[in-house]
């Protein structure tokens, strides 16, 4: 499995996270012909990439000098650019995501809808060159997860647009949600509204390093120095070690001895609806010799906040404990496969390359079981046996 990790120490930025990509061995040509392809004047910017240091520690500078005053554009505008260019599918969806990321935010900061969203600098065309050139970079790389550093908040004050506006500036703040942060950095933009945006759409995982061995390591650099930190984003470029995929998830927990039975299967279907990755119930006797039950939730790290709300509005449990856990698990894929009972759709779980197991879909299997009148269980059997060879 290949793994991208950004070690954002001093932050990150849409510049910075392209020059880290083109400093760790995408070719710079990947990005030139990857912004060439959409339909912009070609005579109003121009791309370069530059070696330079911060600190001491050299890095690479991804620059787009734009020349001629860029009119500001809408969301829809950039959307329909993107779709229409000859961009290859997987630069075109990730390119997407990180714009309809950006959307999201400034619709809810300035309260619109996300069709009337109007960008400002990030509508310009060093941004737009910034997403779609990472895209291009990480689609080149064909990574299958991207995990990053928590991310220094910053402080002061950013000129904008609209005016003086805190740091972080409110979209990258909206951007944030989900995502944990630090203060441990000195004062100025760390994190701009591109580079949350790039990992808010594509990053899987936030914390430490996962297990992995490591091929290569790229520097990009900001545009700014800052007096405390190397204004240095790195990219760590390996493979999972051992064929297993690791990842961190937070742990949500609570007692509940009051409350209605009935409503209790209610909480679980809500709870993986809204994202929880696991969630369970197991008895308890508490205090007062009284039944009880421990609820407990697996849930992304983004996800940590809503699902603790939900748990707090929908239960009778007036708090919760959390803490982050690492889990080490089986690839797991769903694959179709043709079998006597016709396609099925399956779980495929590999060790590395090696296949260790497949495991029915029960809906699948009810439905087969139901359309043909067999035995659930006899169903199971046939696809167990058939669909691993």
């Known amino acids: 499995m290949k793994i991208l990790y950004f070690d954002c120490f001093a932050g990150i930025a849409g510049d910075m996270a392209v020059a880290a990509l083109i400093d760790l061995g995408v070719p710079f040509e990947v990005v030139r012909a990857a912004v060439a392809s959409l339909p912009l004047p070609h005579s109003s910017y121009s791309l370069a990439v530059e070696k330079t240091s911060r600190k001491g520690i050299a890095a690479t500078r991804f620059v787009v000098r734009v020349e001629e005053h860029q009119p500001h554009r809408h969301y829809a505008d950039i ?10 599918p997987g630069v075109k969806e990730k390119a997407q995501r990180i714009f ?17 969203v109007h960008f400002h600098e990030v509508g310009a065309v060093d941004s737009i060159a910034d997403i779609v050139a990472a895209a291009a970079a990480i689609d080149y790389l064909g990574i299958d997860a991207i995990h990053a550093s928590p991310l220094p908040l910053g402080s002061g004050f950013v000129e904008s647009a609209h005016g003086r506006l805190p ?13 944990p942060v630090h203060g441990a950095a000195g004062a100025g933009e760390r994190v701009t509204p591109t580079g949350a945006a790039i990992l808010a759409a594509l990053a899987t995982g936030f914390g430490p390093v996962p297990a992995m061995t490591v091929a290569a390591v790229g520097s990009g650099a900001g545009s700014r120095d800052f007096d405390d930190l190397p204004n ?23 007692h509940i001895d009051d409350m209605n039975p009935e409503l209790l299967g209610y909480v679980l279907e809500r709870l993986l609806e809204e994202g929880a990755l696991d969630a369970a119930f197991a008895p308890l006797q508490m205090k007062k010799n009284r039944p009880g039950v421990r609820l407990t939730v697996v849930a992304p790290p983004e996800r940590l906040e809503s699902l603790a709300g939900l748990i707090l509005r929908e239960t009778t449990a007036i708090g919760v404990r959390t803490y982050p856990v690492q889990r080490v698990k089986l690839r797991r894929e769903i694959e179709e496969r043709q079998t006597s009972l016709g396609p099925v759709r399956v779980k495929v779980l590999r060790d590395g390359e090696g296949l260790v197991r497949v495991a029915p879909e029960y809906e699948e299997c009810r439905r087969i079981a139901a359309e043909r009148g067999m035995p ?11 669909a691993a060879l």
Not at 236 to 244: P, R
């Open 79 to 88: 959307a329909a650019m993107i779709e229409e260019s000859p961009l290859a």
């Open 100 to 116: 309809f990321r950006l959307a999201e935010a400034e619709a809810k900061v300035h309260g619109v809808e996300i069709g009337r």
């Open 167 to 179: 740091v972080p500036a409110p979209a990258t703040a909206e951007l944030l949600r989900g995502i």
């Open 232 to 254: 240095v984003v790195r990219a760590f470029l390996g493979e999972s070690g051992a064929g297993l995929d690791r990842d961190e998830v937070q742990v949500i927990e609570t």
């Open 376 to 386: 659930l269980a006899e169903v199971y059997r046939i696809v167990e046996r058939e």
